[in-house]
């Protein structure tokens, strides 16, 4: 549904990275881990955004990320919005604003490319990544959720 210009070979993951909900509605993929001073030069977020980042002592981690609505019956939304990460300490992050954010509204079968980021403490590690969709099925929240055996996998 909607793109993202291709990024260098280096920022591409060798396996990009798919998780989905518990009912395998929405698949989400990570495509790309980039550090926020190369998402800059890839020209994926501001550079004054990382700059004012680093002095609240905090790193910037941009993720390229594709969601697919592998079965939901209906239209829905993708925004960037919806993605959390979470630390190894516990502390939550809101998605950060980069210039290709995810957005779209797919159909089954359809999906949309983009990119998150967060801002998140200089010496913490990301923990888990969670995409809130707004969704139910069967009563249940759709909401996917990647907690790596590896979390170095979210780290640039």
């Given at each position: 549904?909607?793109?993202?210009?291709?990024?260098?070979?280096?920022?591409?993951?060798?396996?990009?990275?798919?998780?989905?909900?518990?009912?395998?509605?929405?698949?989400?993929?990570?495509?790309?881990?980039?550090?926020g001073?190369?998402?800059?030069?890839?020209?994926?977020?501001?550079?004054?955004?990382?700059?004012?980042?680093?002095?609240?002592?905090?790193?910037?981690?941009y993720?390229?990320?594709?969601?697919?609505?592998?079965?939901?019956?209906?239209?829905?939304?993708?925004?960037?919005?919806?993605?959390?990460?979470?630390?190894?300490?516990?502390?939550?992050?809101?998605c950060?604003?980069?210039?290709?954010?995810?957005?779209?509204?797919?159909?089954?079968?359809?999906t949309?490319?983009?990119?998150?980021?967060?801002?998140?403490?200089?010496?913490?590690?990301?923990?888990?990544?969670?995409?809130?969709?707004?969704?139910?099925?069967?009563?249940?929240?759709?909401?996917?959720?990647?907690?790596?055996?590896?979390?170095?996998?979210?780290?640039?």
């Amino acid at each position: 549904v909607s793109g993202s210009a291709e990024q260098p070979s280096s920022a591409q993951l060798a396996r990009p990275i798919v998780f989905s909900d518990q009912h395998r509605v929405i698949e989400v993929t990570i495509l790309s881990v980039v550090n926020g001073k190369d998402a800059v030069t890839f020209e994926r977020l501001h550079k004054l955004n990382v700059e004012d980042q680093a002095k609240r002592g905090k790193k910037v981690i941009y993720y390229e990320v594709m969601v697919k609505n592998v079965r939901y019956p209906k239209e829905f939304n993708v925004v960037a919005n919806y993605f959390k990460l979470e630390d190894d300490t516990g502390n939550t992050y809101q998605c950060e604003q980069t210039k290709d954010w995810i957005t779209g509204r797919i159909n089954m079968g359809e999906t949309t490319r983009g990119g998150i980021s967060f801002a998140i403490y200089q010496d913490s590690k990301p923990r888990r990544l969670i995409y809130r969709t707004g969704l139910q099925s069967g009563g249940i929240p759709l909401e996917a959720t990647l907690i790596p055996l590896d979390p170095t996998v979210l780290l640039p």
